[in-house]
């Protein structure tokens, strides 16, 4: 979120420092998710996941289209396994139309055989704006575009607090060279660690912060080509989380990610978890083999605490909420947050009133 919001900021001219904690860019939640471009079928419509994710997306296909970002809109199916699902799988096509979404539709089993042979269901719908986009990829050339309009990026460069100075902010950092410096706008997206930034900086309002809960997503990855060449969605199952099915760019298959709360930042990915990913995959996949999956690699939900409803939604709080005039924190930017990503920098260059 930093380097698209970096970039919509430049873009209007003004002048930008990327600080960056880590010795590169997108070493954390950006490089380590499934890499859909999400079509905006599943949130409660009106949330800011909803409006961004499916202006994101529009944004997206642009995006990597004109900078030559490897992506492609392989589209998607939403599967219900077993008969009993079938209802849930048409609430959520209702759920897609309430978001805004039109293209998806209940597909013929004879087209869905046509379409992935290997594939169990009951009952599936099509996604056709669904896609895949290459993540360092995009991240390189969203950067790429923000340095060409003057953006400048700090690496080793850990914001380690700041104060309002009554005509802008003071961000302090740490690391080798700590420095100060002054602006007159400030974007905290610094995703995992954005509740620790706000309470860095004096004058945020404590309560404003929420809570995380941090929950690891682990992938395991097939060691032979892909059956499927769409993006495969089985819906959950009562009471079970359902594992999905995404492709790289290079046809690679990975299935995840599963769910679980961790109290540190760690991406170990359990080998333990095999049996959980292989008995969730042959629910719609009866050709998985013994020994097709092998560890794959995790990435971590910047959740938020649901104390209030409201926290269901990514946040993007303004002065009115933490005190802070020109600062923006962005809280909760799990997904559709890479899809949204371009979105999400054009929203908060609105909120700094930059746009
Ligand atoms: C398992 C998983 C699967 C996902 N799948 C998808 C998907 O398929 N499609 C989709 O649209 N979204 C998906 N997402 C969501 C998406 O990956 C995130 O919403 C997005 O990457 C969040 O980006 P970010 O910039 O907020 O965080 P990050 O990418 O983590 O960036 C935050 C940056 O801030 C830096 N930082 C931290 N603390 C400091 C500090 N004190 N000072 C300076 N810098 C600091 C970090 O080093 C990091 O570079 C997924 C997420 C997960 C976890």
Known sequence: MGLATARALARTGREVVILEAEAAPGQHTSSRNTGCIHAGMGYVPGSLKS??????????????????????RCGKLVVATEPEQIPGLHAMMKQAEANGLFDMRMLDPAEVREMEPELRFAAAAHSPSSGIVDQHDLMQAI??????????????????????TGDGIEITTGGKDPTTI????????AGLGAQKVARAIDGVRPESVPGQVLTRGCYFVLRRRSPFSRLIYPLPELGHAAVHVSLDLAGQSRFGPDTEPVDRIDYTVDPGRAAFFYEAARSFWPGLQDGDLVPGYAGIRPKL???????????????????????????GIESPGLTSSLAI????TRQLGAA
């Open 51 to 72: 409006r961004l994710a499916l202006r994101g997306k529009e944004l997206m296909y642009a995006f990597c289209g004109e900078h030559g970002v490897a992506h492609r």
């Open 143 to 164: 950067l790429g575009d923000a340095e060409a309009h003057g953006a400048v990026l700090a690496l080793n460069a850990p914001v380690v607090g700041g104060r309002a």
């Open 182 to 189: 002054r602006a007159s706008m400030v974007v905290n997206a």
């Open 305 to 331: 605490n649901k104390e209030r409803a409201s926290l269901n939604d990514f946040v993007v709080q303004g002065a009115d909420t933490h005190g802070v005039e020109g600062l923006v924190s962005l809280y």
């Open 345 to 348: 920098g054009e929203y908060v």
